[in-house]
């Protein structure tokens, strides 16, 4: 590893790119943002004239090389543009989460010492001001969206684009300065500070370098060929390590077209406006929209529900072989190709359907009419068709009528008509559902990574796709296994360090560069492809010393649409038990086409004939679990349907939403005992905090059933 | 409208509002043999927010009908920007820059957000209907700023995700906003809410007294209101009427308003020993 020196083409920080683009791009089409129920659009000159009015405002106010700059708010160009702004100036950005609630944030802003904070609207300051008296060091306060600011005291709050105003304003005086510190800016000075989510903890400030940064997008944009036609949907948190990398590295990198939606409800509706060709979402989403199509065509008409059931029942075995777009094997721009083969495709699928009528209709009329015995047997045996093609062609031209009926309108629909490159990534996809994205020629891909590696440690490449690999090395990452299982990597985006936290860098990274994944993993016999099971440190043993892998078994879990999150137990125990909760969309809508009235998600959880479909669904998968030798002792004994949705301003998921195990078993002690002791029900009260921070209280009886678990011979069998 | 009334009034919290908008002057409003309203007098003024607070059957609700312009006074006079208010019909008031809300939802529930919002523009569209049915030169241009004023409304409302929902299929909260932006949309002097916290959760009250403020602060617009969430009244208005049974028994801040005995005994009871 180079710690020192430049990267090759000279583009060593992010403002070197900006200035690059602006060269190479300068009209085209930098940031979108729906405002006004209009898209409104920069060019990349656009966008660049922006920042450095930012940056020139933000010199005006006096900030230094090397300090922090928060930034809190949704996707939005200006914050965006905020974070550019401040590396220009020489200082680190730092984006936070939107949705945490004060005191969190109160954390992370101390620990940072940031004096300039960035907020989106008045909610975000509103909070930063409940912070402020007990933080000192903040002293700039700027805000992007106006409303409701008018009454505040506005002695260290400023509006953003008055800010901007100053700069354009200093110009003259500041430009120099400004040229000078973006010189400055090497390989090695830091590119952002990303705060983990903390699935234990406190969060750690990451440091990420410009080389850290500028090379994994580097990597990752030649890995899949990314070019700067691409349209990218800015939707998820801006504090994520992801969302850096798309929307600021790769973006930069390859030059093509950030769209930010209007409000985080609309999303849906802009996806689908913009429909981009590369996509990046949690599995979550995806499982969102599929329980929403799923919902969406019961209540079709017969017709269309029956062509969705053939066509994506055909779509299963074929749709990897003829529905996927062509991979590309070099950065281009093929845009008027890319028309003509949709048009090609397109003309193919209604061809073939008025082609195979027409045909069968006057050739099998003369085969009827000259052979009607022989005809007779030929159809009662192959059905109404004659195959006049062979079985590999006629797939293909079924595939193409089912893309025009079927496939290509629901891809609309989602918005991911145009998709080029999809990853999903963060926790595990059930294989149904990602097939079923794969079968309607979406090339949904799967990627491991970490805030720690700058995201990428090991993604799939085009036609080398399964359902539960994450895929072969990012180019660039090296990779070993420990002995416990635990997956160790060293990258040219390995972090820098944790901020002000020396101790923990030490305990994560080792002096030779290795960094600890935290999650234990093996590579996959023949492909070469990496598989991850649990957390390494989740993956215990269980009273009799058996395997205990609570993540596998609740990802199986989470993989029926019924199961919203599922937290299982059992390490150091004599068997496994669990919580689960129902997902109230899929649920509820059950619950209504089954005529069950319900108030609330606590009372259809607690509904007997709730529990009988999750007492299946568990059943069934101690049945998959038993299969695995391994594993088998991960079946689950008993569980119970929590009379609360597990919540992350309740502490119970990190703001990824993925569940903290140990906090959720001490805040459940009771129920947790109540699992292992044999009663059949148990009486609680739960605290919760609700969106505004008050708090209020949930009490129930819950019920607690024992499923059915295979092959472990009991006792009593074994005496007898 | 006398020298007295027209000075700023500085407002409890330390806002200074304008002067006298509309004055009411004795009114008294007749149904036959009922005495709905008897010999009431108070004043709006400018970027105030004015409550009117009373139990059941108070008559607020026909305070604001005369206030609207929906029921003239059977005596009294009502002096609006300085000029006594001849009798008017309804959309004369609307054109004078008077806008409301009611009590019930009153929307076109198989429109959408959009087109509801759009209608609320229809005093400010000046071509003709042979003109906007060809759609070209003039009504075209019309249409363009109309539907931009209508988006800045949405985007303030913050209903962008229900922009082409027809409003039937929203819920409670959502229509009630919808209605709001209705009446913005005519960009109103004076705006009459008509209960707009009723049957909503905190969550919804809490957000309808944000947009209600904000309307306020952004537009400076003079806001009138009736409702019956005691809290909200206190924290939102700047000054407060109190009716019973038609008459006025408390005008003021809304500390000096809560303090007063007649208006505990309106709404506690009192007991008769």
């Known amino acids: 590893m180079a710690p020192h020196g430049a990267s090759v083409d000279e583009l060593c920080s992010v403002p070197a790119l900006l200035a690059r683009n602006v060269r190479l791009y300068g009209d085209k089409p930098a940031y979108r943002e729906k405002e006004f129920g209009i898209w409104q659009c920069w060019t990349w000159a656009e966008a660049n004239e922006e920042i450095r009015a930012i940056a020139l405002g933000l010199l005006a106010l006096g900030i230094e090389r090397g300090e922090h700059v928060a930034i809190i708010g949704r996707n939005r160009p200006a914050h965006y543009w905020s974070m550019v702004a401040a590396q220009m100036c020489g200082a680190i950005p730092v984006p936070l989460y939107q949705d945490a609630v004060a005191e969190e944030m109160a954390y992370v802003l101390d620990h940072c010492g940031a004096r300039f904070v960035v907020c989106g609207d008045q909610e975000q300051v509103d909070k930063v001001i409940e912070v402020q008296d007990r933080i000192h060091h903040i002293e700039h306060v700027l805000y992007n969206d106006k409303r409701g600011m008018r009454k505040y005291d506005h002695t260290q709050l400023n509006w953003l684009a008055d800010i901007e105003a100053e700069g354009r304003a200093a110009r003259v005086r500041l430009e120099p300065e400004l040229e000078a510190r973006i010189a400055e800016l090497t390989w090695d000075s830091t590119c952002v500070m990303l705060y983990t989510s903390g699935t234990t903890g406190k969060p750690k400030g990451v440091v990420l370098s410009n080389r850290n940064i500028i090379e994994t997008a580097k990597a990752s944009v030649a890995f899949d060929h990314l070019g700067q036609d691409e349209e990218v949907l800015a939707y998820l948190p801006m504090a994520w390590v992801g969302d850096f990398i798309f929307s600021i590295g790769q973006a930069m990198v390859a030059g093509f077209c950030v769209n930010c939606p209007e409000s985080p409800e609309t999303m849906m509706t802009d996806l689908r406006e913009i429909g981009p060709t590369y996509f990046f979402a949690p599995p979550r989403i995806f499982e969102t929209m599929l329980t929403n199509v799923m919902i969406r065509m019961e209540d079709a008409g017969d017709l269309k529900h029956a062509m969705f059931k053939h066509f994506m029942e055909f779509a299963k075995t074929t749709g990897e072989t003829y529905g996927m777009p062509r991979y590309r094997n070099k950065q281009s721009k093929p845009t008027l190709r890319r028309r003509v083969r949709w048009a090609y495709r397109y003309a193919m699928g209604i061809g073939f359907a008025v082609e195979t009528i027409v045909e069968n209709a006057v050739r099998g009329f003369f085969v009827r009419l000259r052979h009607p015995i022989e005809a007779r047997k030929y159809f009662k045996a192959r059905g109404p068709l004659l195959n006049l093609y062979p079985q590999p062609l006629r797939d293909y031209f079924n595939y193409r009528t089912g893309d025009v009926l079927v496939y290509g309108p629901l891809k609309n629909t989602l918005g991911l008509s145009r998709i080029r490159v999809a990853y999903t990534a963060g926790e595990a996809i059930g294989p149904e559902i990602f097939d079923f994205y794969r079968s309607l020629g979406i090339n949904l891909k799967q990627l491991y990574g970490q805030t720690e590696a700058s995201v990428f440690i090991t993604q799939q490449p085009d036609g080398e796709v399964r359902s539960d690999t994450v895929g072969v090395p990012s180019p660039g990452v090296e990779l070993k296994i420990a002995e416990n299982g635990e997956v160790f990597y060293r990258s040219p985006g390995t972090f820098v360090e944790y901020y002000k936290n020396a101790e923990s860098t030490a305990s994560t990274k080792d002096p030779e560069g290795w960094v600890a994944t935290g999650d234990a993993g093996f590579f996959d016999e023949g492909t070469g492809h990496l598989r991850i099971i649990d957390r390494a440190k989740d993956v215990g043993k269980m009273a009799d010393g058996r395997l205990f892998a609570p993540k596998y078994v609740e990802n199986k879990l989470k993989f029926y649409p019924d199961i919203l999150e599922a937290v299982v137990f059992g390490a150091g125990r004599e068997m496994c038990t669990a919580f689960i909760n129902i997902d109230l969309t899929a649920v509820g809508n059950w619950a209504e086409r089954n005529n069950i009235a319900y108030a609330s998600y606590q009372e259809l959880a607690s509904h007997p004939r709730v529990l009988d479909t999750i007492q299946a669904h568990v059943e069934e998968l101690n049945r998959s679990v038993a299969e695995d030798p391994m594993l088998s002792g991960c079946q689950i004994h008993r569980f119970l349907i929590l009379h609360k949705e597990l919540d992350a301003d309740d502490g119970e998921l990190t703001r990824t939403r993925k569940v903290r195990r140990n906090i959720i078993a001490e805040k459940f002690d009771d129920l947790v005992t109540a699992l292992y002791d044999g009663s059949d029900s148990i009486y609680t009260e739960t605290e919760v905090t609700y969106e505004d921070g008050r708090k209020g209280s949930i009490k129930a009886t819950l019920q607690i059933r024992d499923a059915k678990v295979v092959g472990r011979p009991q006792a009593g069998q074994v005496a007898a | ?273």
Request: net charge negative.
């Open chain 2, 1 to 273: 409208m006398t020298m007295a009334s027209a000075e700023p009034y500085v407002t409890e919290d330390g806002r200074t509002i304008g002067g006298v908008v509309m004055e009411l002057k004795n009114i008294t409003l007749r149904f036959g043999g009922v005495v709905a309203i008897k010999d009431i007098s108070f004043d709006i003024r400018e970027g105030e927010i004015r409550a009117i607070i009373g139990p059941n059957g108070a008559g607020k609700s026909s305070m604001l009908n005369v206030i609207s312009g929906f029921y003239t006074p059977t005596e009294g006079e009502v002096w609006f920007e300085g000029k006594p208010r001849p009798k008017m019909r309804p959309y004369q008031v609307a054109q004078q820059g008077i806008a409301r809300t009611f009590q019930n939802i009153a929307l076109f529930s198989g429109m959408s957000t959009l087109d509801n919002i759009m209608t609320g523009r229809i005093t400010r569209m000046r071509t003709g209907l042979f003109s906007q049915a060809l759609w070209m030169g003039k009504a075209e241009r019309e249409e363009t700023e109309h539907r931009a004023a209508v988006e800045k409304i949405i985007d303030f409302l913050e209903i962008q995700h229900i922009r082409k929902t027809p409003v039937g299929r929203l819920p409670y909260g959502l229509q009630k906003r919808v209605e709001l932006g209705r009446a913005l949309a005519a960009e109103p002097r004076l705006l009459l809410l008509d209960e707009p916290m009723a049957g909503m959760n905190v969550e919804e009250k809490e957000d309808m007294s944000r947009f209600i403020l904000d309307v306020n602060d952004e537009f400076g617009t003079t806001i009138v209101l009736i409702e019956h969430d005691m809290g909200v009244v206190m924290d939102l208005s700047d000054r407060v009427v109190v009716m019973d049974y038609g008459k006025k028994i408390g005008d003021g801040p809304p500390t000096e308003v809560r303090n007063n005995k007649e208006v505990i005994d309106a709404y506690l009871g009192v007991s008769h020993d």
